[in-house]
């Protein structure tokens, strides 16, 4: 793996009024990786996540995001990465191919290079006999692999998952998870928050976020030997039960 860090945080702090919701955390991501980003409602996982997103300005503290500064260069931060959330990131009312266009269009590829990419997209997927049907229509599975390859359709250095696989079936997570891999071979960095603790197992680095901090951070392997733990799950609650917030 590369040394070249994508992301890297310093103190990076949000203060809404009194409340602190993301607490001076510092912590640095490969490219390449697949880094965990997990912590239980409230614990300011989603917060941290739209600072480096370019989408909240932090109160104090550094971080750079695909080289760019998130106080001054948001712009250049929005157009280096890709972004998937839990409702995910697709038009419903458009169709299969006019959302890859839609979305490809708007980090200003070519057509030459949206025709070609979107033929062996949909190839992979399986879903050309869908291409001209409403997304709408698709099975919940299809939308997230779909919404999923939208996000890295424009080859971004980093693409940031929030909870993506949440209310689909174990082999549909099975699959989207294999789909995750092949992205971070290519290069591009997945930044990734999850639920599920059997996910945090398939990551190369795992940080757990408990009320506003980063109280642990390290590969699955060693969290589970330093928590003398047998599963993530394990080293999840009792990190978990520290916390004394409950809304996110």
Same mark, same amino acid.
């Given at each position: 793996?590369?040394?070249?860090?994508?992301?890297?945080?310093?103190?990076?702090?949000? &203060?809404?009024?009194?409340?602190?919701?993301?607490?001076?955390?510092?912590?640095?991501?490969?490219?390449? !990786?697949?880094?965990?980003?997990?912590?239980?409602?409230?614990?300011?996982?989603?917060? @941290?996540?739209?600072?480096? $997103?370019?989408?909240? =300005?932090?109160?104090?503290?550094? @971080?750079?995001?695909?080289?760019?500064?998130?106080?001054?260069?948001?712009?250049?931060?929005?157009?280096?990465?890709?972004?998937?959330?839990?409702?995910? *990131?697709?038009?419903?009312?458009?169709?299969?191919?006019?959302?890859?266009?839609?979305?490809?269009?708007?980090?200003?590829?070519?057509?030459?290079?949206?025709?070609?990419?979107?033929?062996?997209?949909?190839? &992979?997927?399986?879903?050309?006999?869908?291409?001209?049907?409403?997304?709408?229509?698709?099975?919940?599975?299809?939308?997230?692999?779909?919404?999923?390859?939208?996000?890295?359709?424009? !080859?971004?250095?980093?693409?940031?998952?929030?909870?993506?696989?949440?209310?689909?079936?174990?082999?549909?997570?099975? +699959?989207?998870?294999?789909?995750?891999?092949?992205?971070? +071979?290519?290069?591009?960095?997945?930044?990734?928050?999850?639920?599920?603790?059997?996910? @945090? +197992?398939? $990551?190369?680095?795992? *940080?757990?976020?408990?009320?506003?901090?980063?109280?642990?951070?390290?590969?699955?392997?060693?969290? =589970?030997?330093?928590?003398?733990?047998?599963?993530?799950? !394990?080293?999840?609650?009792?990190?978990?039960?520290?916390?004394?917030? *409950? @809304?996110?």
């Amino acid at each position: 793996m590369s040394n070249d860090y994508v992301i890297t945080a310093e103190q990076l702090t949000k &203060q809404f009024g009194d409340f602190i919701a993301v607490d001076a955390i510092s912590f640095q991501v490969h490219k390449g !990786e697949i880094f965990g980003f997990l912590g239980a409602n409230g614990a300011g996982k989603t917060t @941290a996540m739209r600072m480096l $997103c370019g989408l909240s =300005k932090p109160t104090s503290g550094k @971080a750079t995001v695909a080289g760019f500064d998130v106080y001054s260069q948001t712009e250049q931060i929005k157009r280096s990465i890709g972004y998937m959330s839990q409702k995910f *990131s697709l038009y419903e009312d458009l169709t299969v191919k006019e959302n890859i266009r839609f979305y490809a269009g708007i980090y200003g590829k070519s057509d030459a290079f949206i025709k070609e990419k979107t033929a062996v997209l949909l190839e &992979q997927l399986r879903l050309e006999p869908e291409a001209n049907k409403l997304v709408r229509s698709l099975p919940l599975g299809w939308k997230q692999k779909l919404a999923f390859s939208v996000a890295v359709f424009h !080859e971004p250095d980093i693409v940031f998952l929030d909870e993506p696989t949440g209310g689909v079936d174990p082999v549909t997570r099975r +699959e989207f998870w294999n789909m995750i891999y092949q992205a971070a +071979e290519t290069g591009i960095t997945v930044f990734v928050t999850t639920h599920y603790m059997d996910e @945090a +197992e398939y $990551c190369n680095r795992v *940080s757990v976020m408990v009320d506003g901090r980063i109280d642990a951070l390290d590969s699955p392997k060693a969290l =589970k030997q330093q928590f003398n733990a047998t599963s993530m799950d !394990e080293v999840f609650l009792k990190l978990a039960r520290k916390a004394t917030r *409950s @809304a996110d």
